[in-house]
């Protein structure tokens, strides 16, 4: 049975979820840090600190009072990065996002309100989705790309090598519990497009502003390869087939 391509229903009948951009942004390295960001000056020194890493495609969670601040910084600061914003939970965020510049939206969950909104918004958004029956949802409203969140407390890689053979037409962006040791298990499944965590930007790197470190972190990141990654290498006369 192959893909289908299912139309999407609803208010989205006129309007497509952005889905390129998302997987445009999501095929651009093997992780995408989650910041959670205090003090907005700090904020483009930090992105630098990634992007010298390798590691340019970035999430700042609308978690704390500087985060749209933050991203403006990084955004004027630090052109080479990528800068989105996470933890959307109303569509208003969605408004604030593209005023700030916003290149993506990522939301925990998603809410008809929320998926109404984004349905034509200049943001595109990744949504989260931790069920077999909301990725179903969501795929029928035309998304093939999204977050699996919370990623280990909801049944972890074993649960996306689960659902690679069901429906193999989605890709996940796994985050919530990702970290250096088991970010591998997520990224050598053919449905994991790239995972998010925060674990290369530790709180007390980032209070004693030791970018140095945070940029080691980050280039071990960086050089995790996902299962796209090593498909798209050519095979060596020792791999076997298989
Ligand atoms: C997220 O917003 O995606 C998660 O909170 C990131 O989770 P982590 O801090 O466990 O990496």
């Not at 700030?100 to 909104?117: I, K, N």
């Not at 965590?197 to 960086?222: N, Q």
């Not at 050089?223 to 087939?241: I, K």
Request: hydrophobic share 50%; glycine share 10%; proline share 7%.
């Amino acid at each position: 049975m192959g893909a289908s391509r299912i139309p999407p229903t609803g208010n989205s009948m006129t309007a497509i979820p952005n889905q390129q951009a998302v997987a445009a942004m999501l095929s651009r390295g093997p992780v995408i840090p989650v910041l959670v960001i205090d003090d907005a000056s700090q904020a483009a020194a930090l992105a630098r600190a990634l992007v010298a890493g390798g590691l340019d495609v970035l999430e700042v969670t609308l978690r704390t009072p500087a985060a749209l601040e933050a991203v403006r910084r990084i955004r004027e600061a630090v052109p080479e990065a990528i800068v989105g914003v996470g933890t959307v939970l109303e569509a208003g965020q969605l408004e604030e996002a593209h005023r700030t510049g916003a290149a993506f939206a990522v939301s925990p969950g998603a809410t008809a309100r929320l998926l109404d909104a984004a349905c034509g918004h200049p943001v595109p958004l990744l949504p989260g989705v931790a069920t077999v029956s909301e990725a179903m949802a969501l795929r029928e409203r035309g998304y093939h790309h999204l977050k699996f969140f919370p990623a280990e407390a909801a049944g972890g890689a074993r649960f996306l090598a689960s659902l690679a053979p069901v429906i193999g037409d989605l890709r996940f962006c796994p985050t919530g519990g990702v970290n250096a040791a088991n970010a591998p298990a997520y990224l050598a499944l053919s449905n994991v497009a790239c995972v998010g965590g925060s674990w290369m930007v530790p709180r007390e790197r980032v209070m004693a502003e030791d970018w140095a470190g945070i940029t080691t972190l980050a280039a071990a990141a960086a050089a995790l390869r996902s299962a796209q990654d090593r498909s798209a290498q050519p095979r060596t006369s020792h791999q076997t087939a298989g």
